[in-house]
């Protein structure tokens, strides 16, 4: 049994990235050539897609990440569960985290646990702390696999309740009260990462000084408008080796539709996967 | 276009019910009869099942609530969409909840939004506020179709963040605040409910008091324990006509595994319901 955690700092140091590839694709948004390749509408044809920009872009990525929303819209299940399976077949050094960002109760938690996991056969999940930490259990339980909490989200209302400073915690805000569940009681099996945007790379420092080590899993950054430079440098801590690392900054949307008209999907996301992991490592010093 | 509300206050007046009846068929804790119904495994018979339980429980229930995590843990989507389909059909009077927990930001809740009232058909979704308001945009944009959030759940470790005090709202919880807002800027299309455990009586009264007569979906009534005379007693409003409705009564388990063994399970969950009804009916004094 390999951990999430190991898996994923072995993954940090073989492709010297950080970058995390979002494979989110939305047909509305997808240029020409894409669109040409999602034949027979319904979610026919993600897969096609999805495998193109994964081969392409693996080289450069420290991991892959699939957004449920964007399969389960559509009625395209299945294309989410190869595109999962092809990455393990082709690609089994470089984990899968889907992010359904699920939280329910414990009962209920435990069948969505089995969905990501033995259904889709992820490597990690994201969830909701909202419901408490007895929601979470069912999926922290899974010691291999890995689990990221929603902490700080990305999107400019998350400070409606995240921002929230919650009494009795020496004046944490409810994100920070979060996180410091997570780096406690939750954490067991250390097998707890948490989702902070990059469009607050301020928090992501003060998440960062109180967790320790544990990976962050980075939105926020391209189309969002995430300051990738504060992030990184509030953000990275050393894996082992003086290797600084510790974050999975993804993007979507700027690898997946990365093409312009008449250029091949598949090269264009490549190049831009390139270019984002470079700029990364440029900005982390070691590029 | 019929708006969920009137939908639902049309249900409560016509069944005399304010039962909900869960659709939460879980293979591993069905009785045999209901078994023996779910042939073909990998969710093959799902559909069938809940066929049977639809009909014999609508007589006795204001709505239906479907949860997500059933089918998705055995690649079942299929079935769901067929058991939502079949209510409008047979039953298009009886409104159906689909019970996903969503939370995601803008441009992922508008996909979310999209599967679960146009790929499935429901009236109704439950929906997580962590993320903050504009992750809830999209859903609330629909004005015909309900949105409840998430608000004080049933499970025990509930507390963990919607009992804490959040600074700046005059000594209110998370929930509280949840709720507020929900009263508040969410309801500008008078769509939105709000999820409240009878596990917490008092907390159903808090929030009754902050919101008017926004319906309350409540689980966690009979396998969980919470306490129903109580959660009539404080959640119950007038809905018009001198018509104390306002609540939304969820029984999964308590109806779909009601079966003894060698029982028709069919025939069992319709008994269960019609006692269900009788019990809330005599607890607010109609019965």
Not at 173 to 188: D, I, M, S
Not at 225 to 240: I, K, Q, R, Y
């Amino acid at each position: 049994m390999t951990r999430f955690i190991d898996t994923l700092t072995a993954s940090w140091r073989r492709t010297g990235s950080l970058l995390c590839v979002g494979l989110d694709p939305d047909a509305d948004k997808l240029p020409r050539a894409a669109i040409d390749a999602l034949d027979g509408g319904a979610g026919a044809g993600l897969f096609a897609f999805n495998r193109e920009v994964i081969d392409a872009t693996a080289p450069w990525a420290c991991a892959f990440k699939a957004q449920f929303a964007h399969y389960a819209a559509v009625g395209a299940e299945r294309e989410l569960q190869r595109s999962i399976a092809y990455i393990k077949q082709r690609h089994p050094d470089t984990p899968v985290i889907l992010d359904a960002k699920r939280g329910d109760i414990g009962a209920t938690a435990r069948m969505y646990a089995r969905e990501v996991f033995e259904r889709y056969g992820a490597d990690a999940v994201t969830v909701n702390p909202y419901l408490g930490g007895d929601a979470l259990a069912p999926f922290l339980e899974y010691a291999d696999k890995g689990v990221f909490v929603l902490c700080r989200t990305s999107n400019p209302g998350s400070g409606d309740f995240q921002q929230l400073a919650v009494d009795g915690t020496g004046g944490r805000t409810l994100a920070e009260h979060v996180a410091a569940r997570a780096a406690g009681a939750w954490n067991a099996n250390g097998n707890v990462g948490l989702v902070v945007g990059a469009t607050w790379p301020e928090e992501v420092g003060k998440i960062r000084a109180q967790v320790g080590a544990m990976p962050l899993l980075i939105p926020g950054v391209g189309a969002q408008g995430g300051d990738l430079a504060a992030t990184l440098e509030n953000g990275l801590v050393d894996v082992g080796d003086a290797v600084r690392a510790g974050l999975l900054i993804n993007i979507s949307r700027g690898i997946t539709g990365a093409a312009g008209d008449g250029e091949d999907f598949a090269a264009a996301a490549g190049r831009a996967a390139q270019r984002w992991c470079g700029e990364i490592n440029r900005l982390r010093g070691c590029g």
